[in-house]
């Protein structure tokens, strides 16, 4: 059963600052519309309670529970990166993937999308990728036009499933790509776009996954989350080999202790807490030579 909150915002309110400051806040926000005496509202994809208790721009905030008809198009028409001919077109390597709107979170407007795509597709030929929280199928099926073995998303929300569903098959990755509410999967990587709150109940289902993969990319992080993410972390056998930094967003690159497809374990390299582009770079050379025999 979704989970809706829809805002009245105050008169005057530029709708677009708002829905910006909403997504720095970690939350959703999902479509804008207006009623027939001109306010506008805005709805997202949480419940009242996750609210912060005061909103400046916000007149008035209501609860839904059930289903909430939606214009996807005009909503990604609207706010979508690269939008024409009916879908988001976002670049991979040489070719372009097309999203149809949909209810699934991932359409490249958001810079933690972007984050996360810079992280992983360098790290991904020839290996099984675990999307967590895999919305509209966007990394999940980016990894596997660029070359994974196999790339898996899950999603608790099924309405989300059925939208990566359907963009698989609109740009033929059914075969190389599976989407579902739950997998039994051994990934060799994992990437997970979500805010720190949403993580910890993930990785409770994904303990076990987070400690075989070799290769962890962990996005939807605020820049004053960094320290106390990091010790966090420090549960899994993980160890930070790269980060990246877009406004107040942050995300990070591990290496954990699992194998890679061919059965080469990945050395244990252990860097300060926080890598500077140029050690970060040797990081990536020095797992790049231990491995090259591999990929």
Not at 28 to 40: C, H, K, N, R, V
Not at 102 to 129: K, M, W
Not at 175 to 190: A, H, M, Q
């Amino acid at each position: 059963m979704a989970h809706w909150t829809t805002l009245r915002l105050a008169p005057e309110t530029d709708v677009d600052m708002a829905w910006s400051l909403l997504e720095e806040m970690g939350l959703s926000p999902l479509f804008t519309s207006e009623t027939a005496d001109g306010i506008a509202e805005m709805v997202l994809d949480c419940p009242l309670e996750h609210l912060p208790d005061s909103l400046a721009f916000v007149q008035h905030a209501l609860h839904y529970q059930g289903a909430q008809e939606t214009d996807w198009e005009a909503q990604w028409q609207m706010h979508g990166h690269n939008y024409h001919d009916g879908f988001v077109h976002v670049p991979v390597h040489t070719s372009t993937l097309k999203l149809m709107p949909g209810p699934g979170f991932g359409d490249l407007s958001h810079p933690t999308t972007n984050l996360a795509l810079e992280l992983l597709l360098p790290h991904i030929q020839h290996q099984i990728v675990l999307d967590i929280g895999s919305g509209s199928g966007i990394l999940t099926l980016a990894a596997a036009q660029a070359g994974a073995t196999r790339a898996c998303g899950v999603d608790i929300n099924p309405q989300a499933v059925e939208h990566a569903r359907t963009n698989a098959t609109l740009n033929d990755l059914q075969d190389t790509s599976v989407f579902d509410e739950y997998l039994s999967v051994i990934p060799d990587v994992i990437v997970i776009n979500m805010i720190w709150s949403e993580q910890q109940l993930a990785w409770q289902t994904w303990d076990a996954e987070a400690r075989q993969a070799h290769t962890i990319i962990v996005s939807g992080l605020l820049a004053d989350e960094r320290d106390g993410y990091l010790a966090y972390a420090q549960q899994w056998p993980w160890h930070l080999v790269e980060e990246k930094q877009c406004g107040e967003w942050l995300a990070f690159r591990f290496y954990g202790h699992g194998r890679n497809r061919h059965n080469e374990v990945i050395a244990e390299v252990h860097f300060g807490a926080n890598p500077t582009s140029k050690s970060s770079n040797s990081a990536s050379k020095a797992i790049s030579a231990i491995t090259s025999n591999g990929h």
